[in-house]
């Protein structure tokens, strides 16, 4: 056996800690402000993680520095298009990438103010997908968009604006259309239902996704000291940035110290190295936060409004 009565110790004044009571959370006040929620939180983990990336997010937007979301389509069906539309009208956001999924509940909610059907049920006897409003009047717009010069997101958020939709004001791709930002989709074909249609159009399709592709390098050429933010897409989004990154790269222009963001209920493997790790290689920093959209996002939008009005530091 051994002798333990000669171990060798030390205090715990002199040991560096990981943890100590100054960075402690505090419970919440009643009445209190959402910048004295957040001051409250601890400091740990992802509570700065939250913070920390709210207050670069920030910075980067008073810097005059490019902030783009790139997104997948459950935001959307979660609600989330009231949050970020504000964040475009406020001009924190100056682009916004999309799967192609993000078109369709876009389109749904600003025409019918529902979207996201019961796939279980329906694809049962094939009636997932039909919507003929969804399939004839995307593909449509896409058609007489791409053919008038316009890349895909831009061709549908026009179509909204023109029609005059009875929810346009809760459209994504108006309000891009809007504010004069880009709204870049970024498509697999096969992968949404608006393909099964009739009216798709593969030249179309292929076409507009590409300017969008071209489109969103030009954002990411001017991301220098500015923040990248993936919302909830797992494989097209993190690859379309890696690309649109090295593109831009490739081309002379300085892409660094970046600020990127990936925010999910798990953490992928694609979002972790090319959001995350590839991106920021030699200079800026990455953050992973990780939970439902629904709470998430309002909470790092309301965090940034709040470092803006300097709620928080």
Do not use: W
């Amino acid at each position: 056996m051994i002798d333990i009565t000669k171990i060798k110790t030390y205090s715990i004044a002199d040991r560096p800690s990981k943890v100590c009571i100054d960075s402690m959370g505090r419970a919440h006040e009643p009445g209190s402000s959402f910048a004295e929620f957040l001051r409250r939180l601890p400091g740990f983990l992802g509570a700065e993680n939250l913070l920390e990336a709210a207050v670069r997010i920030a910075r980067a937007h008073s810097g005059g520095k490019t902030v783009i979301l790139g997104m997948g389509a459950h935001s959307i069906k979660v609600g989330l298009s009231p949050v970020i539309i504000d964040l475009i009208r406020r001009g924190v956001i100056k682009g916004v990438a999309m799967n192609g999924a993000c078109v369709i509940h876009d389109f749904e909610l600003a025409l019918a103010g529902a979207t996201s059907e019961d796939v279980d049920s329906a694809i049962l006897d094939g009636s997932f997908g039909m919507a003929r409003e969804t399939g004839g009047t995307i593909n449509r717009a896409i058609s007489g968009g791409v053919s008038a010069g316009l890349g895909l997101g831009a061709a549908v958020g026009e179509m909204i604006l023109r029609e005059k939709l009875p929810n346009a004001g809760l459209s994504l791709l108006a309000a891009c259309r809007s504010a004069g930002i880009p709204a870049t989709v970024h498509v697999a074909v096969g992968t949404d239902i608006i393909h099964m249609h009739p009216e798709a159009d593969g030249a179309a399709i292929g076409e507009g996704s590409l300017r969008d592709f071209r489109t969103l390098t030009g954002l990411v050429a001017g991301l220098k000291d500015g923040a990248y933010i993936n919302l909830g897409s797992a494989v097209i989004l993190p690859e379309v940035f890696l690309k649109a990154v090295t593109l831009a790269r490739n081309l002379g222009h300085d892409v660094s110290n970046l600020t990127t963001v990936n925010m999910d209920f798990i953490q992928h493997y694609r979002p972790g190295v090319n959001v995350l790790k590839r991106p920021t290689l030699g200079s800026g920093k990455a953050f992973a936060l990780t939970g439902h959209h629904e709470i998430m996002l309002p909470l790092l939008a309301a965090s940034v409004i709040e470092a803006l009005e300097g709620g928080i530091k």
